[in-house]
């Protein structure tokens, strides 16, 4: 029988076919040991022995597969979340996260804005009970000095300020 090139690279172009679309149906390969405990490996499961099943790099496993696992072991099986389902999830963390920052943000906020007051507070209290002379506006505009009896209604709200804000 005479062959041509042609005829050669085509038949060789059908049998690279044919092996590219037989690759995917063979994606199980069964796992065993036998009775001797020598580990044997097959693409059809074997009779009457407990069977492991390994899936090849890259490969699904059929569906009858996924049913045998989900009844073998119904604790390890988990559904497949569509991407919709995922979609919502990944919506849901990034908003909790950027919640999670703001809140955390408003928090540093405060405890600087907190600082601050702490500071002003042990200051005026330390100004206050040093006995450096202190004046205050009053009602109409004017400077008041204060007296022992003022004083001492200062002292005491600075007190309360300090004992408040520098916790």
């Excluded at 580990?39 to 492991?52: L, M, R």
């Excluded at 988990?78 to 919709?84: E, F, G, N, R, V």
């Excluded at 919506?91 to 804005?113: G, L, P």
């Amino acid at each position: 029988m005479k062959h041509t090139f042609s005829s050669t690279l085509a038949s060789t172009f059908v049998l690279a076919l044919v092996m590219t679309f037989a690759l995917p149906a063979s994606a199980q390969i069964y796992q065993w040991k036998d009775k001797d405990g020598k580990v044997h490996f097959s693409d059809a499961p074997p009779p009457d022995i407990k069977i492991e099943v390994n899936a090849k790099p890259g490969a699904t496993p059929s569906p009858a597969t996924d049913a045998a696992d989900e009844a073998a072991s119904p604790e390890i099986a988990t559904p497949q979340k569509s991407l919709a389902e995922r979609e919502l999830e990944f919506k849901q963390a990034r908003a909790e996260k950027a919640e999670a920052e703001a809140k955390a943000k408003q928090e540093a906020a405060d405890a600087q804005r907190r600082a601050r007051e702490c500071e002003r507070a042990r200051t005026q209290l330390n100004a206050l009970t040093n006995g450096q002379r202190m004046v205050r506006l009053g009602a109409t505009g004017e400077r008041e000095f204060l007296d022992d009896k003022m004083r001492a209604e200062e002292i005491a709200r600075a007190q309360g300020v300090v004992e408040q804000m520098c916790k």
